[in-house]
């Protein structure tokens, strides 16, 4: 810019008009960090189907974090999947919420029992951690049911886990969500889904209600609601 240049605005009042290259003032939203599954043999692959799919459609990453990152699984449905990210390198900190999912595993000894700890480390940090099925037993024997509303598979399930103090929190209910932490029954993942995305505020409460009600109950009134809420950009 030219001195003549700056005087003529100096007295003017204009001020220069961007670049084309030139960066917003308007800061960008954080990028949420990323949701981590936790995969492992056996692991039952139904039960987060409803809840990785919308996450990322909503613009949540997920990633998947098993024993070792290089070591591939097989879901109890067959599928292979190589792991992300090592549990032992999976930090709280650089994470916004834990999943466990149901695996033959969980009922067959303490192979996954590192699993359960390290959502006692989430718990601690205040990072959130939902279980389903059989992650509820392992969650049960790592003691983090005792002082927390929670569900699973059924009552009786979770009083037969070693250690487990936690039969006056039980609830009677498809999914729960107690601060910090969402378990749900193996018959439920599309409330278990519900949950997670009300956690996250992935959804607002009529979009969440509207996709429940759709994917739960096929109720057809609910697809406009989540219709006009995709045009807003809301779903």
Same mark, same amino acid.
């Given at each position: ?34 949701? !981590? ?12 189907? !409803?809840?990785?799919? !919308? ?39 650089? $994470? $916004? ?53 929670? *569900? $699973? ?23 729960? *969500?107690?601060?910090?932490?969402? *378990?749900?029954?193996? *018959?439920?993942?599309?409330? &278990? ?22 994917? !739960?109950?096929?109720?057809? $009134?609910? &697809? ?12």
């Amino acid at each position: 810019m030219s001195m003549e240049e700056a005087m003529t605005m100096k007295t003017t009042g204009t001020t220069p008009a961007p670049s084309a290259t030139s960066a917003p003032c308007v800061p960008s939203a954080p990028t949420p960090r990323p949701v !981590h599954l936790a995969v492992y043999d056996t692991y039952a692959d139904w039960e987060t189907g !409803h809840t990785t799919a !919308h996450l990322t459609q909503r613009g949540h990453r997920v990633r998947t974090v098993g024993f070792a990152a290089g070591a591939s699984v097989t879901t109890m449905g067959g599928v292979r999947i190589q792991p992300d990210l090592a549990l032992a390198d999976l930090s709280p900190e650089d $994470s $916004s919420l834990l999943i466990l999912t149901g695996a033959s595993l969980w009922d067959s000894g303490d192979e996954l029992a590192p699993f359960a700890a390290k959502a006692r480390e989430f718990l601690a940090a205040g990072v959130p951690v939902a279980a389903i099925c059989g992650a509820t037993a392992g969650l049960a024997r790592e003691g983090l049911l005792d002082a927390c509303a929670h *569900t $699973s598979a059924a009552a009786a399930y979770l009083a037969r886990q070693p250690g487990y103090a936690g039969t006056g929190r039980y609830v009677e209910a498809d999914a729960v *969500t107690d601060g910090d932490l969402i *378990t749900a029954g193996p *018959t439920e993942p599309v409330a &278990f889904a519900r949950e997670v995305f009300a956690r996250l505020d992935v959804y607002g409460p009529e979009v969440l209600d509207a996709w429940y009600r759709l994917f !739960h109950d096929s109720d057809a $009134s609910a &697809f406009p609601v989540l219709m006009a809420a995709a045009e807003r950009g809301d779903a």
